[in-house]
């Protein structure tokens, strides 16, 4: 049996994803997470525990594991476990993206000085330690500007500012963000300082793609129907396919290219983050992993012909058969061809449902009249009872996902919206203890 290392957190949604893709394709998954190693298999996977601000210790912590036996192909599910997915694929002579490109690709300075030194279009940018005055710097840039941490994910901690006042009092909430526990438990140094930059106005796209050995196949442009436009950024709808005309998109997958190129990324999944503005495309990341949490469930592709390869006879369905994203990203790992692979022609997208407000979540009222809206797929409410909401900028998860397909994108949209309104979220506000 064909063995992929996985490498994640403990706590991404894809995992599952992944699980069923594997049992299809009568693959085995060897996981590495940062699980507790003090205990036996705390959650029962045979999981090898790792430490992703301990990467060199990592590395031989997973090589020793496998026992001389290399695994046939590495994934990663986040951007932290890419970073050591990069390192574990050098360490067993398995084609993936370089260490330092991965790296670079995860510090959004660092990436910023990569697509300025390769020419491409860069919105102006300074760096500041997250300790020490700002007032000098506020008076000095040009706004409206945009302050973000070097690297958290998910539009965590990104906030527009258009005057002196605002930059004072975004950089002052961002420190108290990055001094946070669960942030300070990552242990790395990107969160010691701040990136602040121009704001680019247009549309922003993301898109999904593998890079083979330098050349990009492009799985999918997801439009973003509702404005980013600040102060915060919080992400809502992704749907494809793209109604960008055709010259657009070709010269978004032409810039994804060009800064996956300029970063060092070479082989293995990307999901890029574009701005339109004007003529130019602004390439704002690209992420050496596949797109986040539940969304991926909202891509399916066809084999267009390809024939199927597989393990597990039950899987081979012939010509033409509808996999997840999952598998595709499987198959690549193996060293499969799978440039043949392409989205489904349906339209599809997914909601990622906004936190309405800061509180103690209880419960969602409305799901199975969400759920019979015409064209929705699934509603997956992930939040927990009793748990505390957190809306961005300081937030880092969603309450949950709607997914949605039609013939045309804009039926995906009206149903996404529809089912969206018929939710009814009961959070209480949050009580303050006083200190005993």
């Known amino acids: 049996m064909r063995r992929v290392l996985l490498v994640a957190t403990t706590t991404g949604y894809q995992i599952r994803s992944f699980g069923e893709a594997a049992e299809k394709l009568g693959v085995r998954l060897v996981f590495a997470s940062d699980r507790c190693g003090r205990l036996e298999d705390p959650w029962w996977d045979g999981a090898i525990p790792v430490r992703f601000h301990e990467e060199a210790r990592s590395v031989d912590a997973v090589v020793s594991a496998c026992g001389g036996a290399p695994p046939d192909g590495i994934v990663a599910v986040g951007d932290r476990p890419a970073v050591l997915a990069a390192r574990l694929?050098?360490?067993?002579?398995?084609p993936g993206h370089p260490p330092e490109a991965t790296a670079t690709s995860r510090n959004k300075l660092a990436t910023r000085r990569a697509l300025q030194a390769a020419g491409l279009p860069t919105p102006w940018f300074?760096?500041?330690?997250?300790?020490?005055?700002?007032?000098?710097?506020?008076?000095?840039?040009?706004?409206?500007?945009?302050?973000?941490?070097?690297?958290?994910?998910?539009?965590?901690?990104?906030?527009?500012?258009?005057?002196?006042?605002?930059?004072?009092?975004?950089?002052?909430?961002?420190?108290?963000l990055l001094r946070r526990r669960d942030v300070r438990l990552e242990r790395d140094e990107a969160h010691e300082q701040a990136l602040v930059e121009g704001f680019v106005s247009g549309t922003e796209y993301a898109v999904e793609g593998l890079l083979n050995h330098g050349t990009l196949q492009l799985l999918a442009i997801l439009d973003k129907p509702d404005p980013l436009n600040g102060p915060f950024f919080e992400e809502t709808i992704y749907r494809t396919p793209s109604v960008a005309p055709l010259e657009l998109q070709q010269h978004i997958a032409a810039?994804?290219?060009?800064?996956?190129?300029?970063?060092?990324?070479?082989?293995?999944?990307?999901?890029?983050?574009?701005?339109?503005?004007?003529?130019?495309?602004?390439?704002?990341?690209?992420?050496?992993?596949?797109?986040?949490?539940?969304?991926?469930?909202?891509?399916?592709?066809?084999?267009?012909?390809?024939?199927?390869?597989?393990?597990?006879?039950?899987?081979?369905?012939?010509?033409?058969?509808?996999?997840?994203?999952?598998?595709?990203l499987l198959r690549h790992a193996l060293g499969e061809d799978v440039s043949l692979y392409m989205r489904e022609q349906a339209a599809s997208g997914v909601m990622m449902i906004p936190i309405p407000k800061r509180g103690v979540y209880r419960r969602v009222d409305g799901v199975d009249e969400a759920k019979h809206v015409a064209g929705i797929e699934d509603v997956r409410i992930t939040a927990k009872p009793d748990t505390m909401l957190v809306p961005l900028p300081e937030g880092k998860s969603y309450l949950g996902f709607i997914f949605a397909r039609a013939a045309k994108p804009c039926g995906v949209d009206r149903a996404l919206r529809d089912a969206h309104a018929r939710l009814r979220f009961v959070i209480d506000r949050e009580v303050a203890v006083a200190p005993v």
């Open 255 to 328: 810039a994804t290219t060009a800064a996956a190129a300029a970063i060092g990324l070479h082989h293995g999944p990307v999901h890029a983050e574009c701005r339109i503005s004007g003529e130019a495309v602004y390439v704002l990341e690209v992420a050496a992993r596949p797109i986040g949490g539940l969304c991926s469930r909202a891509l399916r592709f066809r084999s267009g012909g390809l024939q199927i390869r597989s393990e597990n006879p039950e899987a081979s369905e012939g010509a033409g058969a509808v996999v997840s994203l999952e598998e595709v």
């Open 126 to 176: 300074v760096s500041r330690p997250i300790e020490g005055e700002v007032d000098d710097l506020a008076v000095r840039v040009e706004y409206p500007a945009v302050i973000k941490p070097l690297a958290l994910s998910g539009s965590r901690g990104v906030v527009r500012v258009d005057n002196a006042t605002e930059l004072v009092s975004a950089f002052d909430r961002l420190r108290r």
């Open 89 to 94: 694929a050098r360490a067993f002579g398995l």
